[in-house]
């Protein structure tokens, strides 16, 4: 491009380095919805179990996913922004709920029917995410398809006060959990290693896309999870 004195101006794109936002976003996840979906299956502890849970719940899985969907944000990567933004938000605000219900302000009793409307809500939204993974990458679709089906169960669970399907809920949790970690471990190695070590079943959508993402005159950085 010339400008009006004659002179060349070219956009000028300087590139930032950033790590793969989901690593730490899915590792946040599978730990601790492993943690809490054990509990809800009855592996260990008991009634007061989920109060000690709740601050590591919070942290762990909230802010630590919450932050991986600002910096998924940075990568220009909606789906990884709307998923951990969301369920990061929503595991501080479980965290919160459960230090009120230890502390007395809260019921647990009462809780359980806005809980599962929650869950409802949160159902809905990561299918919608589990339906644009599918475009991208096998095994995120599956952390998502199975996130959505198991909190499907645990509305159905807390809404209606029948516990078979919080503990089918908190198993299929457990497996999106898994999935999670496999997924996470898989970005860690190729970021490490600069090559594919585990198979994560990219499309050829995704396999077709540009490696950096890049604005004229804005910082570039590479895309993706």
């Known amino acids: 491009m010339e400008s009006a004195n004659g002179h060349s101006q070219r956009a000028r794109v300087f590139l930032q380095p950033i790590a793969a936002p989901s690593i730490l976003g899915l590792f946040g996840f599978a730990g601790s919805t492993f943690m809490v979906t054990a509990h809800l299956a009855g592996w260990y502890g008991d009634a007061a179990t989920q109060q000690y849970l709740a601050p590591f719940a919070a942290a762990f899985g909230g802010l630590a996913q919450f932050a991986a969907g600002m910096w998924a944000y940075r990568a220009r990567d909606g789906l990884a922004t709307a998923m951990h933004g969301m369920w990061g938000s929503f595991w501080i605000g479980y965290g919160i709920l459960f230090l ?49 089906m198991g909190s499907g169960l645990l509305a159905i669970g807390l809404l209606t006060g029948v516990g078979g399907w919080e503990i089918a809920g908190a198993y299929v949790l457990m497996l999106s959990a898994v999935l999670a970690w496999y997924t996470a471990s898989a970005l860690m190695f190729e970021g490490v290693f600069g090559r594919s070590v585990l198979p994560v079943g990219l499309t050829s959508k995704a396999k077709e896309a540009p490696e950096l993402a890049v604005g004229a005159g804005e910082p570039g950085v590479k895309h993706g999870q």
Not at 106 to 135: D, K, N
């Open 100 to 148: 009120l219900i230890a502390n007395g302000t809260l019921s647990q009793e009462a809780a359980s029917v806005p809980l599962g409307f929650w869950f409802i809500a949160l159902t809905w939204i990561t299918l919608m995410g589990a339906i644009a993974a599918s475009g991208e990458s096998l095994a995120l679709a599956g952390v998502l398809h199975t996130l959505w």
